[in-house]
């Protein structure tokens, strides 16, 4: 494909992406196919000859949107939304154009500085302590991650170098293993398994803190798990929480806050108080991505010490240190490390070693929404979710089961775990909308999240009827 | 903005990412900007009101472009080739209009499934052994994964999990750390950082391996390392090569093969004996998204076992197997395990939680371009590095550092580091052409790679001429 056909066929897709927009709530939110569908669908191995656009742009259509989970529809009110928007759309056309690979400053110093910039800027709306931000060229700042999972793992890895350096700072005997298998990291019991699997990955141990009735975890308990592991010979040195715990109790313990969905409301004043005590966190992370507009992938992470993270993966620090002076001996494989005097190398940031331009797709919506249209972006639906909850609690045969603080309801109706398992899966065989449950505690409820962009007060009032609808179905059915 | 909009601004930048890559030879490859230079040029914070879209767009031209490394210039022959083609730019188009989360099958069965028929396509163009596809309905599979650096990361933590299991499993007694404490992984001197860092993260010694001429792992090498190690009470049970190396020798370790930049080349018939011996490997890797016209990011990975794979990262495996059949006991935060029974979730298979829908860019590039245009495509490169090979073999001045194989020449004066870093300096400081060194041994060399997909025989040849004049310019100087 040539330049001239790129510019006609990029102009069908630009229409085709268009369309699908506007005709997403005509589609089935859910699809119908069972597993295995596509595979029959297409040749089983790739064509020898070209085939033509018109090919694929049919087999569209045909292959791949029978089989679509339409995240992007206004009945979709599943797992957590997912950004999308049409500035993030132009910008990450304009992103795969450049298609730099920003490990470095010099491997394209634009990627590195404008990522830095736009770290501050988003800092800045969520009134973030100084400490995290780059720009008075302190310590601390700013890195887009792929996902709060990267996040987690990167803060557990960094905690685990400094509490090993520290420990073996004062025992110098002390072997790495010896102090691994002593470590212990805490988490919420509610709390996302990306925590878990950080853990797992890290190769320490992690224990469950229980948590208090808004389902956060309770400092109390946490407080009790760090001096009964103390005591038994343990080092606790890790903690991920939702929320800020116990501050006055953090000796040496790496706090991570994670905030992949709520972080996005904290642009708003009437919401920023959820934030307060960040100030004693190592490092705060969420996800843009989720319900800041900025389509998937932009995971927002801060470190109030960025030598945290560059020293738990930059491989030979003193060679880097001198790289510019120095021109003795080097590793074989240098060709990453042409880093220009900038002291930003995001590759010593985070697991891979590549990294796009992600940075313009956070310039693009912050400046075509600007601050207050993103704020209103989230008022909107944190009002809708509210206008959901008012529904439920109108109707004496369900509950909510969990304080509605932003946009998520967790409701159900009152009676067993059954009944509420056979609601559900009316609701999704039923494909009009698409729920996903959780457990609270030992109860099976349905979640009702706020997702798409474009969903409005009709499509709730839609959904709620239609719930209530297969309710009523599934009550008769009991009593049969 | 709204749909309309949306069309009209997609076109727009249909037209400026055409005239972008149309233009791209005339703009410097490598710009003259210092650290920090960005930074003033944008306001300290988010605009409270909405820019225009002509804002941004003439912001591009004014802000970013002069801070961008082009590496799709034809005249960048730096690091190694990072792909860029219009057939995948028009699917990353496609794949965030539908802007799924597709972890696991339910989440969006498209994107899972044509993934793991596109990784069979793939497959199959690479001769790979039938072990490793899916389609059969066997144990191996193919999975995206978004670097080498963490397609070599999960291949170790899967190792780890292995031989931690099979020693529990024989001696219940002992704990992982005590295990832990004793593994050893091994890689080639001349090996990617990315695998010290694989060691780092997973917590577990790494050892490099002397290289032979070719500055490939020498087999005898590792054998004697095996050996000492053993006899030493350690526990070998992780390589990673770039090439096959005692697969007599495997003795229970995980074997992974990254053939990260190399592994597109064969494709070709000619190139395949390069792989030869893969049908010893646990695991292999390389980088679609370096030279075979995937857009940034796409590394591609097979495993013999995936329940290898799954049962490092899977967190709670007897809940997951039931649960289709087991309303009981569920985690709290079960939003992501609505799984139909497909055998396939990738959230099991990588680091993070989420992926994008990145096989569409495999489904336009192959069918696009054909596996004959894709293997044109690289021959075309080889043919180029051949070309520039013979000119500097033509020049008593220049000698050449390692065998051409594929589209990488490293090249150097004939003399000291010094001259050559001299030159790589007037190089980079003349900025017609973009090169990084890197050490072989003791010796600074220069390496020109063949990058970009628009590169012709014309500009090789004046990247030639102008090194050879500022060779003269260096050498002229020295004597002075």
Chains 1, 2 share one sequence.
Not at 136 to 148: C, D, F, L, P, T
Not at 216 to 226: F, G, I, T
Not at 365 to 377: E, I, N
Not at 408 to 434: D, M
Request: hydrophobic letters at 45%; a neutral charge.
């Amino acid at each position: 494909m040539n330049t001239s056909e790129f510019r006609r066929r990029g102009k069908e897709m630009v229409d085709y992406v268009a369309n699908y927009m506007e005709g997403i709530e005509g589609r089935q939110v859910y699809p119908d196919v069972e597993p295995g569908y596509l595979r029959p669908l297409i040749p089983d191995s790739a064509p020898q000859e070209p085939d033509t656009f018109e090919d694929i742009i049919n087999d569209i259509e045909k292959i791949i949107m029978p089989g679509v989970t339409h995240w992007h529809s206004p009945y979709f009110f599943a797992y957590f939304p997912t950004a999308s928007s049409y500035p993030a759309m132009l910008a990450d056309m304009l992103c795969g154009a450049i298609g730099c690979i920003g490990f470095s400053w010099a491997a394209s110093p634009a990627c590195t500085e404008l990522e830095t910039v736009m770290m501050d800027w988003l800092g800045k709306m969520l009134e973030l302590p100084k400490a995290f931000l780059t720009e008075k060229a302190g310590e601390g700042g700013g890195v887009i991650q792929g996902s709060a999972s990267e996040a987690t793992l990167v803060a557990l890895l960094a905690a685990r170098t400094k509490v090993i350096h520290r420990l073996q700072a004062a025992s110098p005997e002390l072997t790495q293993a010896a102090i691994m298998e002593k470590l212990v990291a805490y988490s919420s019991d509610q709390a996302h398994s990306s925590v878990e699997r950080a853990g797992l990955i890290g190769g320490v141990k992690l224990k469950a803190i229980p948590s208090d009735g808004n389902f956060a975890m309770r400092a109390s308990a946490l407080q009790e798990a760090l001096e009964r592991d103390r005591a038994a010979g343990l080092i606790p040195f890790f903690v991920s929480s939702a929320a800020l715990v116990a501050p006055g109790n953090k000796e040496d313990m790496w706090l991570h806050v994670d905030a992949a969905y709520a972080g996005s409301a904290f642009i708003c004043p009437e919401f920023r108080h959820l934030l307060n005590g960040v100030e004693f966190a190592d490092s705060f992370n969420f996800n843009p991505h989720k319900w800041l507009l900025v389509n998937f992938d932009c995971s927002a992470m801060w470190v109030k010490k960025r030598s945290d993270l560059t020293g738990a993966f930059r491989l030979d620090p003193t060679y880097l240190k001198h790289s510019h002076q120095d021109s003795g001996k080097k590793p074989a494989f240098n060709i990453f490390l042409t880093d220009g005097p900038f002291h930003v190398s995001f590759q010593h940031w985070q697991i891979p070693l590549g990294r796009r331009f992600r940075s313009l797709k956070m310039w693009f919506v912050f400046r075509m929404y600007g601050v207050k249209g993103l704020q209103a972006y989230i008022r909107k639906h944190v009002q809708l979710s509210h206008e959901f909850e008012s529904l439920v609690l109108q109707d004496p045969r369900f509950e909510i089961c969990a304080k509605v603080t932003l946009g998520l309801v967790c409701f159900r109706l009152k009676g067993s775990n059954k009944v509420n398992e056979a609601l559900l899966q009316r609701i999704n065989s039923a494909r009009k909308i698409h729920l996903v449950p959780c457990h609270l505690r030992d109860k099976f409820v349905l979640r009702f999240a706020i997702c798409s962009r474009t969903v409005e007060s009709a499509h709730v009032q839609r959904a709620w009827e239609h719930i209530k609808e297969l309710a009523a179905d599934v009550l008769r059915a009991e009593k049969e």
